[in-house]
């Protein structure tokens, strides 16, 4: 059996929880994962505060690989968590065989999350943390409405996304990202959800954001379903993963 160490990032205000069905089914496979709660977040909520920023993040599973001696770990972000795990493999790429990407994809040097929608979102995302957000934290969002016209997810699913999502700590959103390039070096998998590869290949030209999604080791896999595959479809996303080792 082929064994491979995966270390799953989540994206915004969710912590290692929102990974567990597809956690579950890689060990079942005979896998070794790491599901992470990043500072601030998970079962590591207490930890948030207003200096908490994508450096602490990144720096935390830096921390991870180094202290626990991973080696060729496939190393899994989820929407903002595209940031750490990008991070993270510029910082020690020797510790990474593949980034996979679920769902999002890396941002230019310089280019910070809260900008990734435009100045509009950015502003009303401003307004929330600090009319909502003691103004250092980001509200979640309002999961059953997303999740309204999802049919994959049930209220169960709704009612843990609630339970598990903490408010996201702002300067995490705000830093920009700060890179050498040593990540470009390694091989990438976009898993797309919420836009298709026709959509990606139009939109990449047009928009510098995008620009890292075309360029370089890529390999695309579609899961259509809405931004949250490890809650709609986690047994399809765990398929996608096993596949990349192999």
Known sequence: MNTTTYV????????????????????ARGHVVHAVDLPGMGERAHLASPETD??????????????????????????????VTTGAADRVPERVARLVYVDTGPLPDGMAQADFEGPDA????????RTHGEGWKLPPPPWALLAAEVPEVDDAA????????????????????????????????????????????HMAPHAPVFAHM???DWTYVELPTWHWPM????????????????
């Open 8 to 27: 799953l990032v989540p994206g915004f205000w969710l912590g290692a929880r929102v990974w567990k069905p597809v956690a579950d089914s890689l060990r």
């Open 54 to 83: 994508l450096t602490a993040h990144i720096d935390d599973v830096v921390h991870l690989l180094e202290q626990q001696d991973l080696h060729d770990v496939v190393l899994v972000g989820h929407s903002y968590g595209a940031l």
């Open 122 to 129: 950015r502003a009303a995302n401003d307004d929330l943390v």
């Open 158 to 201: 709704v009612a843990a996304l609630v339970e598990g999502s903490q408010p996201q700590p702002w300067l995490t959103a705000t830093q920009p990202v700060a890179l050498t390039g040593a990540w470009e070096r390694l091989p990438r998998t976009g898993v797309l959800c919420s836009f298709s590869l026709e959509q990606l290949q």
């Open 214 to 216: 075309v360029d370089g």
């Open 231 to 246: 809650v709609s479809r986690p047994a399809e996303l765990a398929e996608v993963l096993d596949s990349v080792s192999r």
